[in-house]
């Protein structure tokens, strides 16, 4: 009967216990250095703990096939036996371990991925909102600056009218060799100089393209709607235009409005059902441009509407409780309104009003952007 | 602290060495104890946190890295070897006595039947395979530790 030797066992016994051992040790201290280099990092730390893992396995492993050997050359020792079955059980602990690692650090590893990308979309939030904010700074300090020089404009020139008008009468009434008529003629002059310049600069000011130029509120909508639809689509929600069917032409900040009202209708489209819908409606009512999103989805209670406005507050899981805040400082820089009307069960109106000393009478029956630059107002119709 | 854990488990090894034995005459795990089914579930766990710890970098499209290339090998032949395991413990603890000639190093085992050769080859695999998966395995940790030090983090 054939018989092999049992030295290739012992060989590889000997020879795998070490390079194990071995193995083992020098991939821990890889690890160690990894984290050494990047403490913070998830995969480093799965890959040090399964490396310990692997480590204590080697060892256990290696005593239990040394003790083996030991009971194989030295007779069966009761003290030996009992080692060889706790080793072997230890054995069997660390697999399970080196198992449940593995198991755990793929949970842990998919916290970390949604964590990342929370991170990762509050960053682009915050930057959005800086940029927001940046612009909305620029624009009232800008419109503040504009109207104090206005204001200091129009009480300059009536004062400059006293001075020119009163100048002029002495200058009248004084004989040709007064030796003060030439000094009257001077202050007469540079009034009529200073009332010059005060009409350029008015003239200017009203003239100067500023943050609201002449925009269509139907095309501002129209255009945030072409790019919020394929999220419309995606939840299977019917939108419904119904726009005023001349343009809405006035002094508007598109790119600001466009942010307001992509943050409404995404709030919308959230909050409805699929399958549910959304209307956008653009009127003219007495002295307003009426815009209004009414959505039938699930609404809000009373207490909710109440904060809607306030600063940080949100009912989303890692909302910023900013947007609602911005979309009404938009409203308000355009001085207009914005109000809410939300039934639970039945879904939420927003309606925006933007006034027409902001949007020109004119200007709502002209026939659009299109026609031509509009003349600036010759008084104060159009301002404050 | 660390003097009294000591304590402990050395107060534990010794319980359970010298504690009155009756069973202790065969195998370090008789085949139909509790603690061998313990042990062959515990490798076919291994053997599964290896398989799916392979699934998972698959998933992720690892193995475009160098090191997860290494790793996934490594952990191949360590989900092998745990599989090697069960068939090498079910076949040595089912027959405890195996005709052997000779002594010490000449000592040689004699093929009586098929159970017998399988036995020789798993056990001659048991400590073979433990070899590539080991290297294996520290070779992807060294590239990856490598790899990463060129990649912005």
Known sequence: ?384 | MKRRLAQIFSGVLALLLYSPSHALAQGWFLWGTEGSYVHQLAHLLFCGAMIFFIYEMRGEKLQRYRGFGYLMWGCGILALWNLDAVVGHTLEWGRMNRTMIGHGLSERLVMEDWETWFYYITKIDHFALLIPAFYLYYRGLKTLALESKFEPR
């Open chain 1, 1 to 384: 009967m054939i018989s092999l030797p049992f030295f290739p066992i012992w060989f590889f016994q000997v020879l795998g216990t070490l390079a194990v051992l071995i193995f083992s040790f020098l991939s821990l201290r890889v690890t160690r250095k990894l984290m050494a280099r990047d403490p913070e990092n998830a995969l480093w730390l799965f890959l040090d703990w399964l490396t310990l893992g692997f480590v204590i396995f080697s060892v256990s492993h290696a005593t239990s096939h040394i003790i083996q050997e030991l009971i194989n050359h030295f007779g069966q020792s009761p003290t030996l036996w009992r080692l060889r079955r706790i080793f072997g059980g230890f054995d069997s602990i660390i697999y399970v371990i080196i198992a449940a690692t593995i198991l755990f650090f793929h949970r842990i590893q998919r916290l970390y991925r949604r964590m990342e990308a929370d991170h990762h979309h509050l960053e682009e939030t915050s930057h959005e909102i800086l940029a927001l904010n940046r612009e909305m700074e620029a624009l009232v300090m800008e419109r503040t600056m504009s109207e104090m020089a206005l204001g200091m404009a129009h009480g300059i020139r009536n004062p400059l009218h006293v001075i020119g008008g009163f100048s002029n009468r002495l200058l009248r009434k004084t004989d040709p060799d007064d030796p003060t008529r030439a000094w009257l003629s001077t202050i007469a002059e540079e009034a009529r100089r200073i009332e010059q310049m005060v009409a350029r600069f008015e003239s200017l000011a009203q003239r100067k393209e500023s943050f609201f130029n002449q925009e269509d509120l139907n095309g501002i909508v129209g255009d945030t709607l072409e790019l919020l639809r394929p999220e419309v689509s995606a939840k299977n929600i019917s939108l419904v235009t119904d726009f005023y069917p001349k343009p809405l032409v006035g002094r508007l900040n598109r790119h600001l409005l466009k942010v307001a009202l992509s943050h409404l209708i995404r709030n919308a489209v959230e909050a409805t059902r699929p399958y549910g819908k959304i209307i956008v409606r653009t009127i003219v009512e007495k002295d307003y441009a009426k815009l209004t999103i009414q959505d039938t989805g699930r609404g809000m209670p009373p207490e909710v509407v109440e904060k809607v406005f306030v600063p940080f507050y949100t009912t989303k899981i890692g909302g910023t409780g900013l947007g609602m805040v911005f979309v009404r400082q938009i409203v308000d820089e355009h001085r207009g309104v914005i109000a809410l009307d939300s039934k639970v069960g039945r879904g939420t109106t927003v309606t925006i009003r933007l006034p027409h000393r902001f949007v020109d009478k004119a200007e709502l029956e002209a026939p659009g952007p299109s026609a031509g630059p509009q003349a600036p107002p010759e008084s104060g119709g159009g301002q404050e």
